[in-house]
């Protein structure tokens, strides 16, 4: 079960409702945080109720072009901010719907899933859902931004990565169709390929 998200454009608010304490917990640590590039935490009742600035912007799967560049260094910055051992600050739920574009800058949402884990699987997460939406050639475009921009700060490990991939594709399949989403692109096999080849 989601959380409750109740939306007050006249306050520039969003009241979001977590349905567990543990839910509750693992938002307010990040909002806590006050990133830049995440919604401002107003308020919070302690339980499981918090009160978040309103974004008001687009999700990047509506936009025809979005700059995954810019994104992909959302996620560097959200990977530098801890880390145990190999494993780091992971968003661990790279819905698309779950970054925003507003007045030329880019936000991420929704915590309640992060975790410590290889910066890799938070990558590969975050691709696989556009290797289901876009054809072979934006794709590879996608692909290729969004690792080399990546690459430009931060190690990522080939051998993990492939060591990673299979468990982390029958994770996504699993979601999709445990939540109806089973519409993909004809090339999603073909994209998929091309995640393999990462050196």
């Avoid at 910055?77 to 051992?85: D, I, M, P, Q, Y």
């Avoid at 890799?120 to 931004?145: C, G, M, N, P, R």
């Avoid at 490990?157 to 519409?183: A, C, H, S, V």
């Amino acid at each position: 079960m989601k959380s409750e998200i109740i939306i007050n454009k006249q306050n520039n608010q969003v009241i979001k409702i977590c349905n567990s304490p543990k839910m509750f917990k693992k938002e307010l640590f990040i909002y806590k945080k006050k990133l830049p590039f995440i919604p401002r935490l107003i308020d919070h009742d302690g339980k499981n109720t918090l009160i978040l600035e309103y974004i008001d912007g687009i999700p990047i799967i509506d936009l025809a072009q979005p700059n995954f560049e810019k994104i992909t260094e959302l996620m560097l910055k959200f990977h530098a901010l801890e880390s145990k051992g190999d494993k780091c600050l992971c968003h661990s739920d790279n819905n698309p719907k779950n970054y925003l574009y507003s007045n030329g800058d880019y936000f991420m949402l929704d915590f309640s899933e992060w975790d410590y884990d290889y910066p890799e699987s938070d990558i590969i997460h975050f691709l696989l859902f556009w290797a289901s939406e876009y054809e072979y050639t934006k794709f590879k475009f996608v692909f290729e931004q969004v690792i080399n921009t990546y690459r430009q700060k931060k190690i990522i490990n080939p051998l993990e990565w492939q060591m990673i991939l299979p468990e982390i594709i029958e994770k996504f399949d699993y979601r999709r169709k445990k939540f109806g989403k089973t519409k993909t692109h004809p090339h999603i096999l073909q994209n998929r390929e091309l995640m393999r080849e990462i050196l």
